[in-house]
């Protein structure tokens, strides 16, 4: 019987899927269109920002930015994995995507999703050594450091990927290509599947706990001990400096892991797919667009630092003059 489905379903795979989205409401698809081409070129303009202004100054060259820059370069990759594909579907009549497109974008939106939970750790853990023990932090968190972080963060997403990718991809479905969808999403794949997906949904879970909790746990245990060394500084000015450093990833964090946890720590059959796209809409957009906007307004470095370069600029078109 098994092996029947199987055959069944290789001869229709392969042929690709149908992006269903939001085709059933064709004036809601041209105003996402809009949306998601402005919020689109906001994330590049903005995360290539951080990028060159941590490359370019050197009051940055520091862990905190770097991982920031890891991120920013993260937001990028995960938003050009998925978004250009998105806008093809939403702008015209087509809405289908090759099997090897879907793989494509379904092992790297796994995958940067992964590093970005794992890497929010790292910077916690970052946070958590400038505010408790800012003395030995050069110390501490020193070059070598920071790249083993960094390292440990994207190898483990992209670990996590290969193994539940190709999972998602094999399960039968029976001829079934309409993916309630608009892009391939690890839950709306498996709720395709014409076999007991049981056995799959128990391996996610598992897997989520090593890359979704355990660094959420991670980033509270280490936010329990920054409150507790903010509460110990007896100067308002003190208090106010350590919250600062805080608060913009604080505020990451809360953006991207509320939408995550929902999507993928619920069972299959109780997963809602209108607001399954608009979480992913949220999470796969808004947040990469508005993490530069939360670390800059919120950042006085970073807005030296674009100072710097915007009056180096003026200074060189003058002399060019």
Not at 101 to 115: D, E, P, R, T
Not at 272 to 297: A, E, H, M, R
């Amino acid at each position: 019987m098994w092996l029947q489905v199987m055959e069944k379903d290789n001869t229709s795979s392969f042929e690709g899927f149908i992006l269903v989205g939001f085709s059933d409401r064709p004036r809601l698809e041209l105003i996402l269109f809009m949306v998601v081409l402005t919020l689109y070129l906001l994330t590049l303009l903005g995360n290539m920002t951080i990028i060159l202004l941590s490359a370019l100054d050197s009051q940055l060259h520091t862990p905190m930015y770097f991982f920031l820059a890891n991120l920013s370069f993260l937001d990028m990759c995960f938003t050009t994995g998925s978004i250009p594909q998105m806008l093809y579907n939403l702008w015209g009549s087509d809405k289908t995507i090759s099997y090897l497109g879907c793989a494509i974008q379904l092992y790297f939106v796994l995958a940067l999703g992964g590093v970005e939970c794992m890497l929010l750790a790292v910077m916690a853990y970052d946070r958590y050594v400038a505010v408790c023990k800012p003395l030995h932090y050069s110390i501490i968190i020193h070059p070598r450091l920071c790249g083993q972080l960094a390292s440990v963060a994207w190898l483990s997403g992209f670990g996590n990927s290969l193994i539940m990718a190709p999972q998602t991809l094999m399960l039968p479905r029976c001829g079934h290509r309409r993916v309630d969808h608009f892009l391939c999403e690890m839950p709306a794949l498996i709720g395709m599947a014409c076999v007991d997906t049981m056995s799959l949904e128990a391996l996610a879970f598992a897997l989520a706990i090593f890359i979704i909790l355990a660094p959420l746990v991670l980033i509270f245990i280490s936010y329990g001990y920054i409150a507790h060394a903010v509460l110990r500084i007896k100067s308002a000015a003190g208090r106010k400096k350590a919250f600062n450093t805080c608060s913009s990833h604080l505020t990451v964090v809360s953006l991207f892991y509320g939408t995550i946890i929902y999507m993928y720590l619920q069972p299959a059959n109780t997963y809602s797919q209108d607001q399954g796209k608009f979480l992913t809409l949220f999470y796969t957009i808004v947040t990469p667009s508005v993490n530069p906007l939360i670390y800059t307004l919120r950042n006085k470095d970073i807005k030296e630092a674009m100072k710097k370069v915007l009056v180096k600029g003026e200074q060189d078109t003058r002399t060019r003059r």
